[in-house]
């Protein structure tokens, strides 16, 4: 479920809007602003997640709340609803969703609506996924929920990725950036090709002039991880 805020200072707009929108059963609450200031204080009060925003509305303009709503809450995504062309390029700027010019095209708004949800939806589960402790993964046809406390290090091989756990190995495509975003503060970047569990570091000795090798516990693999010096000077504190 999503909460919503539509700005606009007209009002006959800002009520045709809401009727449209109330119709999704994945909408939770509709606010409505009559200008920027008032939607700033909206987002202050109340947890947004989707921006409709006028642009030329007296007192506060659009674009100006829309930068304050932004320094509140970055999540929050922003989709301009206005009859001036002329200023998309500093809507872009603000990173909006989208620009939709008048008289409002609602199919559009509609999908909008629809796309966000979705993403709202998949960024809670990958929340939720993260709070417990798991990393799910995709080799090329299924999907791996891992127990993150059980994984040792992440290694980039080539085009693949791959997770060492202290039984088992699995393989991704996906990034060692992609994966990093989803794993929680135990997990440390070490080197350029490797993400390690800090929790199951058993030894760090010398390895050549300028990296260390890892070794792990809980685990008869030989393989190791690398950190490169000054990673170990960030676990040294």
């Given at each position: 479920m999503i909460n919503i805020l539509i700005c606009d200072d007209d009002f006959y707009t800002g009520k045709v809007m809401k009727k449209v929108i109330e119709e999704h059963p994945q909408v939770k609450e509709i606010y409505l602003a009559k200008d920027g200031e008032e939607a700033v204080d909206i987002v202050k009060k109340y947890n947004i997640?989707?921006?409709?925003?006028?642009?030329d509305m007296p007192i506060m303009d659009?674009?100006?709340a829309a930068k304050l709503i932004k320094g509140l809450n970055e999540n929050l995504k922003i989709v301009f609803v206005t009859a001036y062309q002329n200023y998309a390029c500093e809507s872009?700027?603000?990173r909006a969703y989208d620009y939709i010019l008048k008289p409002i095209d609602f199919l559009r708004v509609k999908e909008n609506l629809e796309r966000i949800?979705?993403?709202h939806h998949g960024d809670k589960f990958e929340e939720s996924l993260k709070e417990n402790l798991i990393l799910m993964i995709k080799d090329k046809q299924n999907y791996f929920l891992i127990n993150m406390e059980e994984i040792n290090?992440?290694?980039?091989d080539n085009k693949e990725l791959i997770i060492h756990t202290h039984t088992k190995k699995f393989t991704t495509?996906?990034?060692l950036g992609e994966i990093e975003k989803k794993l929680t503060?135990?997990?440390l970047r070490t080197h350029k090709s490797y993400i390690v569990n800090l929790k199951n570091i058993e030894k760090i000795e010398p390895y050549g002039d300028s990296s260390y090798v890892i070794f792990f516990k809980n685990t008869d693999e030989t393989?190791?991880?690398l950190i490169t010096k000054d990673k170990i000077h960030l676990l040294k504190g």
């Open positions: 997640d989707l921006a409709f925003m006028d642009i659009g674009l100006e872009y700027e603000i949800i979705e993403e290090y992440i290694e980039k495509r996906a990034s503060s135990f997990f393989k190791n991880a």
